[in-house]
């Protein structure tokens, strides 16, 4: 069995995805965060689940005082504080020199890796791409939508950031919309996809409603957002960059997932989790040591395959269709 799992494994090269010093930086990026929304408009308590609306919930960790709760109906967890303006956090320009997404490196291999991976997931699941009309929203620096271009012919994008609209733009040659989705140009899409999106929205089923209206009939929704009950969370706990309160204001699990689809209507064609971050957890998990930091790494894609395939990933890959 394990040899199966091995011969589908594609590896990540961490060290090309991430700015250098990622994880020293964590601390630095989460307080400049913090610095901004402390500057500009501060918090906001959230009294009740932003999915479901029930006021029930427990609390799971804190971080940077702020709750993350876990709403005991939906289970989802979210943020029992917001930032009042998420434009605090996300327009900061310190915010955005961390960042390298807009470097030709960093979109080459997240092309060739995960673009590309992801047009095969479509292409799976919806037939040929050629003709399709494909809308990434959130679409970053543009690199799923240049893997998507080699396989369609009617490819668009929205990105809140100009510098990275402006960049995807200049690679790709489509067009990249701003985030006005009431207001957009274009709509009757066969395939709308939201790669680490969802996670960033308040107000997670409205959000999702404009985006079923943005679909036409039959149509499809591929979505990646962290996936909470994880085992890299039960390690790592408030310590994992997944928990984030500044940006992470909802996280879904399974069974919060498939509530937003019941809620919305929408069917679930394909579900999956992907991803263990051994130098995350080793660099983050408390009392982890030498001997067992080369142990984890010796055996990381042995250890990625078994928990891709046991559900407990880091990351949820869901399939909706629209009735
Ligand atoms: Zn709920």
């Known amino acids: 069995m ?23 930086k964590q601390n630095e990026i989460e307080n400049t965060k913090l610095a901004a929304i402390g500057k500009g408009s501060g918090w906001k308590d959230v009294e009740s689940c932003p999915l479901c609306g029930s006021g029930e919930r427990e609390t799971e ?29 996300y327009k900061s320009p310190e915010y955005v020199s961390f960042s390298k997404e807009d470097s030709d490196e ?11 991976e992801r047009v095969a997931i479509l292409e799976k699941y919806c037939g040929d791409l050629t003709d399709l009309k494909i809308l990434d929203i ?22 809140s950031s100009g510098r990275l609209r402006k960049f995807a733009t ?10 006005d989705l009431e207001n957009l140009p274009e709509r009757d899409f066969d395939i709308i996809t939201l790669f680490d999106v969802i996670e960033h929205v308040p107000a997670p089923a409205r959000f999702m409603e404009t985006v079923i209206e943005l679909l036409k009939a039959g149509g499809h929704i591929l979505m990646f957002t962290p996936n909470f009950d994880s085992f890299s969370i039960r390690v790592m706990e408030a310590h994992s960059s997944i928990v984030d309160p500044t940006e992470h204001v909802v996280l879904f699990t399974r069974p919060s997932l498939k509530y937003l689809a019941d809620a919305l209507r929408l069917e679930t ?29 010796r055996w990381a894609n042995e250890l990625q395959a078994m928990i891709n395939r046991s559900s407990c990933g880091d990351y949820s890959r869901i399939m909706f269709r629209k009735a």
Not at 9 to 18: E, K, T
Not at 106 to 116: A, V
Not at 138 to 159: D, I, P, V
Not at 170 to 179: A, H, I, P, R, W
Request: aromatic share 12%.
């Open 2 to 24: 394990l040899s199966e799992l091995l011969k589908d494994f594609l590896p990540v090269d961490v060290s090309r995805m991430r700015a250098r010093d990622f994880l020293g």
């Open 61 to 89: 960790f804190r971080k940077h005082d702020v709750e993350l709760v876990g709403c005991l109906d939906c289970r989802l967890r979210y943020g029992a504080r917001i930032p009042s303006n998420l434009d605090d956090v």
């Open 106 to 116: 960093h979109y080459s291999y997240r092309r060739d890796r995960f673009g590309r």
């Open 138 to 159: 959130g679409c970053g620096n543009g690199y799923f939508l240049s893997a998507a271009m080699e396989r369609c012919k009617h490819c668009f994008g929205t990105e």
């Open 170 to 179: 200049q690679k790709t040659g489509l067009s990249v919309f701003g985030e």
């Open 269 to 297: 064609i394909y579900y999956e989790t992907q991803g263990l971050d051994i130098q995350n957890i080793l660099s983050m998990s408390r009392g982890g040591d030498a001997d067992s930091g080369k142990f984890l790494i």
